[in-house]
Each structure stands twice: as C-alpha cells, then as structure tokens.
C-alpha cells in the first residue's frame, strides 16, 4: 500500500468490531510506528477495550494527530489476509448493511481475537511441524457415467476459462453429483489451486470429509491438506484449520456457511452441495447467504463454481433458465436404482370411523408391516419433534401455550416436562390442569416422540428408532443411531427432516410423509418449495441400491392429493415445479422476480416496536422502493420481547441496494437522535434477501 514512512509514524485505517449504534462503522484511524501491509492483523484499543482488527485497504492518510490511538500489537508472524479477501468482506458487509469490523469478528476464528501475536506464534509453528501420514494406495476411481462425464468435461473447459460461468449441476439423489465434484476438485488440485466445498449441515462433514480424504490422500499425503470448517469444532481445531488454509497448507476445505469465509490464497474453485438448503442463510447477526456470497466470491476471483442440488433454489433455477448460469444435468440414478413410486394416499378415502386425527393409517401400517416381513427398512418422517406440541384441558380448554412468547410449550414424555422451542422455558408436565385442576389433561396432536410410540405399538416386535434434535443432543449419538440403521439394527426409522438429509441410507425401501399439508397454505411463501425439496429428498432415501426385490416407494398422506406440489412429485417432475412456482411468482411480483428486505424491530412492546417501523418508513427517500405497513413476525413474542417487521420491495436488486445504503444510516442516526422515545426499541436490523417474510 502507498502509506509513507514517517519518523512521527503514520496512520493506519484499521476495521475493528464496534457496535452498530456507536456510529464507528467505518474502518477507524490509528497511529502506527510504521507502515503496515493491507490485511494485516493487529490489536487496537477501543474505548477501554482491546480489539482484534485488520488493517483495511483504503486511500493513504496524513501524518497521525497528537490524539490518535497506537496499534498496540501486530501479528508479524501471520501473513496478511489477501486483497481478494478484504474485498470479500467489504462487498458482504454492503450488501448485508453490516460493518466490516463486525462482519470479520463473525467469521474469524473466535480464538484469533483472544490470542496475543506471541500465542498465536507458537501454534504456527506447531503447524509448520511435518506430519507424516502412511502412504496411501492410488484411489480406485469409478468409470463415469456419460452424463457425469459430460458434466466434469464441462466444469473443466470453465477450470480454463478466463471469466468462468457459474454451474448449476441438477441430479436426482443418487445420480452421482459428489463423484463429479470429486472430478473436478481433482481437476483444481492438481492445477494447484485450493478448492472450497460448501455443505449444508455439519453432520454431514465428516461423512464427506472421509470420502474426500480417501479420494485424495494418495494425491495429497500432508495430513492438514483437507480440513473442515464448521461451528462444531473445538476452538482450536477452527483456529488451526482455518490457518492451514490462510497459509496455503489446506488444498481442500469443506465446511458449512461460515467456511465461505475461509482465507484461501489460492481459491480454484467452489462447490456448493445442496445449494438450495435454507441453512446456507445465516438467521442472525450478518444475515448472509453462503450460496450467494460463493457466487460472488467466484466471480470475482474468476474461478468456476458448481451449485448441486436434485431441487435448486428457484433463484438459481432462473438463472439457468436465463442462461446466467450453466446447466448441467444428471438425470439417472447410478446403479440402476429406480426413484421410488410415489404414492398420494388420500386421506378422505378413510371412513370416518378410522379417527382421521391418526397419523397411523391402517393402510399405512399395512405397508410398513409388509416391509416388516420382508426384512426391508422404512422410514417414517415428521417434521415435528417432542411427543406432542401441545396440552390440553377439555374441560376449561386449558392449552399448555409459553408464558414468554406466543407460542405453545410442547409435551416431551420422556422427560415429563413442557418444553417452549422458541426461548426453552421449561417446566415439569403439571399433575391436573394448572388453571381448573382438571387430572384429565391430554396430548394434542403429535410429533416423533409419540410417533415413535405409537408405532411400536401398532407393529410389536418392530425394531422402531427414533433420530431428531432431541435423540442426538449428546456428541456421538447420531454417529451410533446412523451405524445401528446401516447395520440393519434398525426396522423403522422415524424421525425430522434431520433424516432427510444426505445419508446414504442403503436399506431403506419405503419412506413416509405422514401429515405434510400444512405448508400448502403457509403464509410464507416458500413454503411450497421448502416442502417439495424435502418430500423430494426424503424419497431420495428410498431405494438407492437396486439389490431390493421389491420396488422403492414413497407414501405421502394428504387431504389434497390433487395439489399441483404434490402431482409433481409424484412424477418427480422438479421441472414442472419449478415452471408452476416461478409464473407465480412472477405473477405476485416475488423473488426472483423481486428484490426484498426486510427491516425487524425488536421491542418491549409490540406498539414501540410498530413506531420505530413506521419512523422509519418516513425515512425512505426512495419512491422506487415499495414499503408495505408493519406486521408482527410468524412468532410475534418470543422470550417476552415483541417482534415486529416491515417488508421492502424493489423491482431490481442495484435499487434496494442503492436505497438500503441512504437509509441504514438514517436508522442508526433516528435510534441514537430519538433514544427516548425509542428505549423501549430492544434491536434492530435488516435482512437482505430474507428466506422467510
Ligand atoms: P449424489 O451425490 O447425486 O446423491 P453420489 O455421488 O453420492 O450421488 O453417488 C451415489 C452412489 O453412486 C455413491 O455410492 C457413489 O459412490 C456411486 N457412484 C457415483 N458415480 C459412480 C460411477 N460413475 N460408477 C459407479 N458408482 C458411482
Ligand atoms: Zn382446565
Ligand atoms: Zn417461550
């Protein structure tokens, strides 16, 4: 950089965390008593605290006043973070409206920020140690299939392209898309460059990561050269691994959204399983999109991306149909496995004597006893965990609702409590009915806990094992409960969407939805798509190996088996999904057809949180911006703080962008200017391209 030696020293912009409120969201100055590289790590004081900060790239400033805070320390020993990178942050922290200062203590390893330069010193040279790990074997690569092949040559003209395109990879589960990031990872490598693998949930790391390390060990015997980045590790782990990959040591990174953050000098490529997952948006703090920051983090280091999925975000779809984005398609399952039938079982054909409230079907349980003879797996997915959400009092209509939030307290009976999954209040199941003393409380409704009950009940003798949060809170549970269904210990697994995900299930040969409608009619307009990428992917469980005799299926139960979601699916037609939902929301003006914000208050009070909205309304300068009244949130209350939001819509991204950066600053100046009339205003924030509104 241009900054000048001076014998009186020079200064040094340098981003630190500061809080949103104090208005120091700008790189601040500092006194240093020499000039320090762009990227530099450093600490500084702040009021009475010290901070980690990074020296931010900018114009060169004059000599330091008298006044001007000193650096106080320097990470010499720690090359700086790279141009690419700095520019990483500052493009997210624009467009998230979030400091730069706070965006890097977010996505820094948290031990970074307490460690001194002279801590930090002795674990690089315990990085610098060589590790020997034994020789491995070259590994046996399958022969491609066409489509996969056609698919890898297609990523490798892009590997050699001067301005590659983003690539969209489509392929039903089990159509062999990680063999093809596996090509072109390889493909990078070998090149010298490091690649970036995005997955959507950290119990799938180290299944991939394994997959990965057997494909590549032989390739690269240094034991750091793959590593994960995800928030499960110990602090040291992420520490160690994320300077791996800043020192250049790391050749492949895989991790969840956090790890598009990772230093990476020598960036080849990225890829980004399950692109359309809703985990890759971060839900507080920087609200960013790993997916689209990989995009654009691609785009500018002019390397190629791959976004796979067997159901694409409609963002993304359009964009290939728009030709923005490259296209490529796999469309069998390899090993001939067929994708299971589907079968929309209609629930009006019961007789009204079979209790319609059942979950449990007779002709349900029929076919999970006939897979049940057969020796075949099943699973049975719910997505609602606890044994019912809620309690209830026939006789004063007493319903077990959480005194913080405006939600239910869900019954867990295993541990007799009342659970709250919004804050985690929780207390001990009452002997009677706490408002009229009635004994004769009972359950409403039902999640996998009673699932899992009822069906072992129904089907004695069944192996039934239930996998959700609650089954796998403790570390190696859901290692165990996974190994238990791979050896075949388990006859019916029930469980949340948490089993729909990845596993590679190979004895599963029926899988049931058994009460799916309720997003057919949320408010929330994804909804329809969150719920066919996870019918999709849990029919995807079904049937991966061709070995079964009997055929793969899928029974989804539903009061509305003519839905167009549901005709689809069951002709796994993902096509016509996505064709029936975007001309909606072309029609209704919704992504991606729109660009939106959304701007959440959190209050005391729902009537502070609405005027703090509306204020802020006023201060929209932008008539191009569509601003739509103030709503409370889906859960208005939650911990006994009111939250309320108040949605933006603009026809063209660059639009919203221009105006957010006018009117963010007017928020930060109208709380801090009216902070009397705006105490009881807890938070405040702006979601860019929100998942839910
Ligand atoms: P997806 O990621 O699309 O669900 P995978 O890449 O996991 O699919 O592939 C499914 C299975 O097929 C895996 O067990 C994988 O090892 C295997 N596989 C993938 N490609 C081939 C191939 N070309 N030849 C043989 N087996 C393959
Ligand atoms: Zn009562
Ligand atoms: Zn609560």
């Known amino acids: 950089s241009a900054v000048v030696e001076a014998p009186a020293g020079v200064v040094v912009r340098v981003a630190v965390d500061a809080p949103q409120h104090s208005g120091l969201n700008a790189p601040l100055d500092y006194a240093s008593e020499r000039a320090l590289a762009s990227g530099s790590l450093v600490r500084v004081p702040l009021g009475k605290r010290e901070l980690l900060g990074i020296v931010w790239p900018g114009d060169a400033v004059g000599e330091p006043a008298p006044a001007l805070r000193p650096v106080t320390a320097v990470f010499d020993a720690l090359p700086p973070l790279g141009p690419a990178w700095c520019r990483m942050l500052d493009f997210a922290a624009g467009y998230y409206q979030r400091s730069v200062g706070e965006l890097a203590s977010a996505v820094l390893p948290p031990q970074l920020r ?6 930090l010193v002795a674990r690089l040279r315990k990085l610098q140690k060589k590790l020997a790990r034994p020789a491995a074997a070259e590994p046996v690569r399958p022969a491609l299939a066409a489509e996969q092949a056609e698919a890898v040559a297609r990523i490798q003209a892009q590997l050699a392209a001067p301005s590659p395109k983003p690539m969209l990879l489509f392929g039903v589960t089990g159509s062999g898309k990680t063999e093809v990031y596996l090509r072109a990872a390889e493909a990078a490598l070998a090149s010298g460059r490091q690649v970036l693998v995005l997955v959507p949930e950290i119990n799938l790391t180290p299944q991939l990561e394994a997959r990965f390390t057997e494909r590549f060990a032989a390739l690269l015997p240094e034991p750091m050269a793959i590593v994960s980045l995800h928030s499960a590790l110990t602090p040291a782990q992420r520490l160690q691994n994320w300077l791996a990959a800043h020192l250049g040591r790391a050749r492949l990174v895989l991790g969840t959204r956090l790890a598009v953050f990772a230093s990476l000098p020598d960036l080849g490529l990225i890829v980004v399983d399950e692109e359309h997952d809703p985990s890759y948006k971060q839900q507080d703090g920087a609200r960013y999109s790993a997916r689209d920051l990989a995009v654009w983090r691609a785009h500018d280091a002019k390397v190629p991306v791959v976004l796979g999925s067997a159901t694409p975000s409609l963002e993304s779809w359009q964009h290939a149909e728009s030709g923005r984005y490259e296209r490529l398609t796999l469309t069998t399952r390899i090993g001939g496995g067929a994708l299971p039938r589907v079968k929309l079982f209609d629930m009006k054909t019961l007789p009204p004597s079979a209790g319609v409230t059942t979950a449990l079907t007779a002709p349900l349980l029929a076919a999970l006893k006939e897979r049940l003879d057969r020796g075949e797996q099943s699973l049975v997915f719910l997505n609602r965990r606890g044994y019912a959400p809620v309690l209830h009092c ?28 919004h804050c985690g209040f929780t207390e001990r199941v009452p002997q009677a009915c706490p408002n009229c003393g ?12 009673r699932l899992e009950e009822q069906l072992a009940e129904a089907l004695p003798g069944a192996r039934v094992m239930r996998i959700d949060a609650d089954s796998t809170r403790r570390k190696g549970e859901l290692e165990a409960q996974l190994q238990a269904v791979h050896d075949g210990d388990v006859d019916i697994l ?73 005709q689809a699916l069951a002709r796994h037609d993902y096509v016509r999904f996505a064709r029936d939902q975007l001309a909606e929301r072309q029609s209704a ?43 409370p949130h889906a859960v208005a209350r939650v911990a006994d703080v009111e939250r309320m939001q108040m949605l933006l819509e603009a026809p063209q991204r660059g639009r919203l962008q221009a105006c957010l950066r006018a009117w963010v600053p007017a928020l930060i100046a109208l709380k801090r200017e009216r902070s009397a009339e705006f105490r009881a205003v807890l938070r405040w924030a702006v979601d860019v391209d929100p998942l839910a509104i």
């Open 114 to 119: 307490e460690l001194s330069p002279e801590q």
């Open 394 to 421: 026939g006789e004063c209509q007493w319903k077990s609702d959480c005194p913080h939030c405006s939600a239910w307290r869900v019954f867990h009976k295993r541990d007799r409590t009342l659970r709250c999954h």
């Open 438 to 449: 009635n004994h004769d409380i009972a359950p409403l409704g039902r999640g996998t806990e």
């Open 494 to 566: 029930v469980g949340t969407q948490m089993i729909t995900k990845g596993h590679d299930f190979r004895r599963i040969r029926f899988v049931a939805a058994v009460n799916p409608d309720g997003a057919l009619f949320s408010s929330d307009f994804r909804a329809p798509e969150r719920l066919f990428a996870l019918l999709m992917q849990a029919g995807g469980r079904a049937g991966r190996d061709a070995a079964g005799e009997s055929p793969a299926e899928m029974w989804v139960q539903t009061w509305h088996r003519d839905h167009a979601l549901y």
């Open 589 to 631: 003006g919704l992504p991606p057809f729109a660009h939106l914000a959304l701007l959440r208050a959190e209050a005391r009070t729902a009537e502070a949180a609405q005027a703090f909205l509306a204020a802020a309304a006023e201060l929209m300068q932008d008539d191009g911006v569509l601003v739509y009244p103030p709503v």
